[in-house]
C-alpha cells in the first residue's frame, strides 16, 4: 500500500505517482505510454545528465532510432536464427551495428514493447509447451 503524498520526499513523491499509474493501466500499450511520458518528463528535467548517465539507450527512445522495414527485418531474423544476434545481423540487418541489435533486444522486444514481439514471445511459450506435452507424452 501507498503511503499518502506528503510522507514521501519529492522523489519519491513522483516515484509513487508512476507506481500508482502503471498499477491502473489497463494492458501492456498503456503501460508504455506512462513509461515513455515519465522517461521524457525525466529528460527534461535532467538535461544533458541523461546522456552522462547511459539513460538515452532505454526503451522508446531505442527504437526511434528504428526504421519499420528494420524492426520487420528484426523480427524475421529472431525466428529465423532465435538469439543468434551474429547471424541475424549478417542476415537481416548488415547495416545495423550489434550494440544497437542488442539493445533493440533488451529495450524493444524484450519488454514486449512492440505487437510483434508479443507475438513472438507467446509464440515461443506455445512452442516450449507443444513440447513438453510431447516429452511427456512419450515418456508415458
Known amino acids: 500500500m501507498l503511503l499518502p503524498q ?7 513523491q513522483l516515484a509513487a505517482a508512476v507506481a500508482a499509474k502503471l498499477a491502473a493501466a489497463p494492458d501492456l500499450r498503456a503501460r508504455h505510454a506512462v513509461m515513455d511520458k515519465t522517461m521524457a518528463g525525466m529528460d527534461a528535467h535532467m538535461g544533458e545528465l541523461v546522456g552522462v548517465l547511459g539513460l538515452s539507450a532505454v526503451g522508446s527512445k531505442v527504437q526511434a532510432g528504428w526504421s519499420a522495414a528494420e524492426e520487420a527485418a528484426f523480427a ?6 532465435d538469439r543468434d544476434f551474429g547471424a541475424l545481423r549478417r542476415e537481416f540487418l548488415p547495416g545495423k551495428p550489434m550494440e544497437a541489435i542488442i539493445s533493440y533486444y533488451y529495450n524493444i522486444w524484450k519488454i514486449r514493447y512492440t505487437d510483434e514481439s508479443v507475438r513472438w514471445h507467446l509464440e515461443r511459450k506455445l512452442l516450449k509447451e507443444q513440447l513438453a506435452a510431447e516429452a511427456a507424452a512419450q515418456a508415458e
Open 76 to 81: 524475421a531474423g529472431l525466428r529465423e536464427h
Open 6 to 12: 506528503a510522507v514521501y520526499p519529492p522523489d519519491q
